[in-house]
């Protein structure tokens, strides 16, 4: 899906947010399907010594928008992308750097996406995103809708 280039400009575009660039988030990885973004621990900090939950949500929520951001790239639309809403569980404190996975959610279709956009000028898409704890299990989970619009 992305290229090095791709995943650079994304990248970019990140660190020119300012709430973003103080996240320190970093690439992690990215495979057509999913990308996985994360930021050192010591950044995010709450009063407990774990992650701040408000942290892991931005994390995914970046995530997910990277995610549709590159798809509407791969269609060759330049588009805005927007979070139209999401649902979020914590379930366990984080005490480790962290690290945001976003993947289309089960019944997705990425074709579709890039069908509607092209046509439409508009598409919007659900995306899952976790942040795993390092020995196993989940720390924090959400559920988004994204909205992709064409550029005019």
């Given amino acids: 899906m992305a290229s090095d280039p791709e995943l650079q400009a994304l990248l970019d575009h990140y660190r020119a947010?300012?709430?973003?660039?103080?996240?320190?988030?970093?690439?992690?990885a990215a495979d057509g399907a999913g990308l996985c973004l994360s930021?050192?621990?010591e950044r995010h900090l709450n009063d407990k010594g774990?992650?701040?939950?408000?942290?892991?949500?931005?994390?995914?929520?970046l995530a997910g928008w990277g995610l549709v951001t590159l798809q509407a790239r791969a269609a060759e639309v330049d588009a805005d992308?927007?979070?139209?809403?999401?649902?979020?569980?914590?379930?366990?404190?984080?005490?480790a750097d962290l690290r945001a996975e976003a993947r289309l959610a089960e019944g997705g279709d990425?074709?579709?996406?890039?069908?509607?956009?092209?046509?439409r000028g508009?598409?919007?898409v659900q995306v899952s995103a976790r942040v795993p704890l390092p020995g196993g299990g989940i720390a924090c989970r959400c559920r988004a809708r994204y909205v992709a619009i064409a550029r005019r």
Wanted: proline fraction near 7%.
């Fill in 122 to 124: 508009r598409a919007h």
């Fill in 110 to 119: 990425w074709d579709a996406f890039a069908g509607s956009l092209r046509g």
């Fill in 81 to 95: 992308v927007f979070v139209a809403d999401s649902q979020v569980d914590y379930l366990a404190p984080l005490f």
């Fill in 17 to 28: 947010m300012p709430p973003v660039a103080a996240m320190d988030v970093a690439i992690e």
């Fill in 50 to 61: 774990c992650a701040f939950g408000g942290s892991l949500v931005s994390l995914m929520t």
């Fill in 39 to 41: 930021a050192p621990l």
